[in-house]
């Protein structure tokens, strides 16, 4: 059963610099956990909502036509609405920045609706070591490519993770399709 899907090219070199720029220009915060605790053994991340930052609906265009098109070629859930804003994160060596294992679906009335997670990575994989997005889709870990504007999609009830990142940084773009819960 392959349940992660990725696209290699589906944001071009020039466009993830440009995210990036944006995002970059924006105050970051630290990251919370659903129900808005920290817990730096968790998740060590800053980020930034990108509706908050100006001019990116052409991202959030984009963000849509991949999340529909991974739903078509392969998940066929009953995707209703983008219910949450994208979040860019970045992940910073100094700061032991990394995600431990978790699932995107969560108690509340929102991260109870997530049914696919979407993954950007808007890093050139040279620029860091470690911060591998890994997904458990059964008894084995599948790597997410760590190629600079690939995307990788999964069913958000999926265990998945970030490694430490070791040098560098590694900053990514994750958005949510949202629909009826699991049953
Ligand atoms: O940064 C990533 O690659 C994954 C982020 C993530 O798992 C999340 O925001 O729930
Ligand atoms: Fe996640």
Same mark, same amino acid.
């Given at each position: 059963m392959v349940s992660v899907y990725s696209v290699p090219?589906?944001?071009?070199a020039l466009e993830c610099a440009e995210i990036s720029r944006k995002v970059n220009a924006e105050p970051e915060s630290e990251a919370r956990l659903v129900g808005q605790t920290r817990d730096h053994n968790l998740r060590r991340a800053d980020v930034v909502w990108? &509706? &908050?930052?100006?001019?990116t609906g052409w991202v959030m265009d984009r963000l849509i036509s991949l999340v529909r098109r991974a739903n078509r070629e392969l998940f066929n859930f009953d995707l209703r609405e983008f219910a949450e804003s994208p979040q860019a994160a970045g992940y910073k060596a100094k700061d032991g920045g990394h995600f431990a294992w978790h699932s995107d679906i969560g108690d509340g009335p929102v991260a109870g609706k997530r049914k696919l997670t979407l993954m950007v990575q808007l890093s050139k994989p040279g620029a860091y070591d470690g911060g591998d997005l890994e997904v458990m889709p059964g008894a084995h870990v599948v790597a997410a490519s760590r190629a600079q504007g690939s995307v990788t999609v999964f069913p958000s009830f999926l265990l998945h993770q970030v490694t430490p990142v070791t040098r560098g940084a590694r900053q990514s773009l994750t958005v949510w399709a949202h629909g009826p819960a699991f049953r």
């Open positions: 090219n589906a944001f071009s990108l &509706d &908050d930052v100006p001019g």
